[in-house]
């Protein structure tokens, strides 16, 4: 169900009008549905209903503390990885205990802040790092929950940048050392294992990976169980995909991943953890902009528009696709268009979409970008001295501003010039 409709020919957010938004914070912003955010956690949390689970949203994936808090409110937990995100996870209220710590480069600050606020595990992905937290975790006096995150050493058959579960990928531990692993684990004073973590990548469109690589987890479940260890907890990550090419694609569906679980993992009796991010915040956001010029070009047109690079990478980045819309619907029999699409950066790069046909538009149209919510204000940098766009919360016929567009005082306010200058 989309929360994103036209009424009367305008683009709605839930019950608000793109353009009511667009008159009161300016543009560009980004505009987010509760409803939308809800809908999908559910999806999830009722996806793995036959097993004692936990979702753990991906923090990264969109950060603001209002999406956190009705997310943690619902009952998510948090995958962070940073002492950041740990931050903006207790802020939103959501409890130590329902936060679980990923990423490669955990410093001994990140492992102190969250052992003295609580912490549901850590996810360990190197040696180095298992000796690390063990050892501040013995200087606090406590013992750490840990898993291991296995490399499986699959193919996710996704986007280079975001594959994460092939050998040569940074993240994880080989599986095939994990036995040796989870034996220095046992005689380490600071750690305990209570599970095994995996995660392969982002935008998976098919289960295919997924299934081989939690076969491989149910398999090393077990043998870690015959080597003596209390495996109870399993954190499967995230990665399942979302349709950003509305009309040619259709990702799995959380419920079809759920049971795809089931099957193999179900019988080990473990309390499940996932943590998608994309498919919750994705499409429960737009990036709204408008139009600066209209350029002619040799064959083309170039739509310059207010947002760029900065604003949305993921164009520049991974190629990626966003669909596009006008946020006023186009008249039956409206003139068409072939557009590159462009941002006001100085980079051939700042281009969101080529040749791409919409109905003719002109300078101050507003158009929206779907599929914005996840990886895009997260990933944002004031690149060409470009303030950072702000983040509205919809729920219903409310809306408020979750993160203010920062004034130019405040951004040229963080510089200083040396006195001896
Ligand atoms: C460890 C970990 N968990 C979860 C995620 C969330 O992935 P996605 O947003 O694709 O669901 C990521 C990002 O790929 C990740 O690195
Ligand atoms: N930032 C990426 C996804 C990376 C996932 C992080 N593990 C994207 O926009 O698609």
């Given at each position: 169900?989309?929360?994103?409709?036209?009424?009367?020919g305008?683009?709605?957010?839930?019950?608000?009008?793109?353009?009511?938004?667009?008159?009161?914070?300016?543009?560009?912003?980004?505009?987010?549905?509760?409803?939308?955010?809800?809908?999908?956690?559910?999806?999830?949390?009722?996806?793995?209903?036959?097993a004692?689970?936990?979702?753990c949203?991906?923090?990264?994936?969109?950060?603001?503390?209002?999406?956190?808090?009705?997310?943690?409110?619902?009952?998510?937990?948090?995958?962070?990885?940073?002492?950041?995100?740990?931050?903006?996870?207790r802020?939103?209220?959501?409890?130590?205990?329902?936060?679980?710590?990923?990423?490669v480069?955990?410093?001994?600050d990140?492992?102190?802040?969250?052992?003295?606020?609580?912490?549901?595990?850590?996810?360990?992905?190197?040696?180095?790092?298992?000796?690390?937290?063990?050892q501040?975790?013995?200087?606090?006096g406590?013992?750490?929950?840990v898993?291991?995150?296995?490399?499986?050493?699959?193919?996710?058959?996704?986007?280079?940048?975001?594959?994460?579960?092939?050998?040569e990928n940074?993240?994880?531990?080989?599986?095939a050392?994990?036995?040796?692993?989870?034996?220095?684990?046992?005689?380490?004073?600071?750690?305990?294992?209570?599970?095994?973590d995996?995660?392969?990548?982002?935008?998976?469109?098919?289960?295919?990976?997924?299934?081989?690589?939690?076969?491989?987890?149910?398999?090393?479940?077990?043998?870690?169980?015959?080597?003596?260890?209390?495996?109870?907890?399993?954190?499967?990550?995230?990665?399942?995909?979302?349709?950003?090419?509305?009309?040619?694609?259709?990702?799995?569906?959380?419920?079809?991943?759920?049971?795809?679980?089931?099957?193999?993992v179900?019988?080990?009796?473990?309390?499940?953890?996932?943590?998608?991010g994309?498919?919750v915040?994705?499409?429960?956001?737009l990036?709204?902009?408008?139009?600066?010029?209209?350029?002619?070009?040799?064959?083309?047109?170039?739509?310059i528009v207010?947002?760029a690079?900065?604003?949305l990478?993921?164009?520049?980045?991974?190629?990626?696709?966003?669909?596009?819309?006008?946020?006023?619907?186009?008249?039956?029999?409206?003139?068409k268009?072939?557009?590159?699409i462009?941002?006001?950066?100085?980079?051939?790069?700042?281009?969101?979409a080529?040749?791409?046909?919409?109905?003719?538009?002109?300078?101050?149209?507003?158009?929206?970008f779907?599929?914005?919510?996840?990886?895009?204000?997260?990933?944002?940098?004031?690149?060409?001295?470009?303030?950072?766009?702000?983040?509205?919360?919809?729920?219903?016929?409310?809306?408020?501003?979750?993160?203010?567009?920062?004034?130019?005082?405040?951004?040229?306010?963080r510089d200083?010039?040396?006195?001896?200058?």
């Open positions: 169900m989309d929360h994103f409709l036209y009424r009367d305008i683009l709605h957010a839930e019950d608000v009008a793109i353009p009511e938004i667009a008159a009161q914070v300016g543009t560009p912003f980004y505009v987010y549905s509760a409803a939308t955010l809800k809908r999908h956690i559910g999806l999830f949390t009722e996806a793995l209903d036959w004692d689970h936990l979702v949203f991906a923090v990264k994936s969109n950060s603001n503390l209002a999406v956190l808090k009705l997310l943690g409110d619902l009952g998510a937990g948090m995958d962070v990885v940073s002492g950041g995100e740990y931050r903006r996870a802020a939103a209220g959501v409890p130590g205990d329902r936060i679980v710590f990923s990423g480069g955990k410093t001994r990140e492992m102190r802040l969250a052992l003295s606020e609580g912490i549901r595990q850590f996810n360990l992905e190197s040696e180095p790092e298992m000796r690390v937290l063990s501040v975790a013995t200087e606090m406590v013992v750490a929950p898993t291991v995150r296995v490399n499986p050493d699959v193919d996710a058959k996704t986007h280079a940048k975001i594959s994460t579960g092939k050998s940074k993240f994880g531990i080989p599986i050392r994990s036995r040796d692993v989870y034996a220095e684990i046992a005689n380490l004073p600071g750690l305990k294992a209570v599970g095994i995996v995660h392969i990548g982002s935008q998976l469109t098919e289960l295919e990976p997924f299934r081989q690589a939690y076969q491989k987890v149910a398999e090393l479940t077990e043998a870690l169980r015959a080597d003596g260890h209390d495996i109870t907890r399993l954190d499967l990550g995230g990665g399942l995909g979302i349709p950003y090419e509305r009309s040619n694609s259709a990702p799995p569906l959380p419920l079809e991943y759920g049971q795809m679980i089931r099957e193999t179900g019988h080990l009796g473990c309390e499940i953890e996932i943590e998608p994309r498919l915040s994705g499409n429960a956001g990036m709204v902009t408008s139009v600066i010029y209209v350029k002619e070009g040799e064959g083309q047109d170039f739509l207010d947002a690079m900065n604003d990478v993921r164009p520049a980045m991974y190629e990626a696709h966003h669909d596009i819309v006008p946020v006023v619907e186009p008249s039956p029999g409206q003139e268009a072939q557009y590159d462009v941002g006001p950066i100085c980079e051939t790069g700042d281009t969101f080529k040749r791409r046909d919409l109905d003719r538009l002109q300078a101050d149209d507003l158009i929206a779907r599929s914005a919510g996840a990886y895009g204000a997260v990933m944002a940098s004031e690149y060409n001295s470009r303030p950072l766009i702000p983040e509205v919360l919809v729920m219903g016929d409310q809306y408020a501003v979750i993160r203010a567009r920062p004034t130019y005082e405040e951004m040229l306010g200083t010039i040396p006195a001896w200058l």
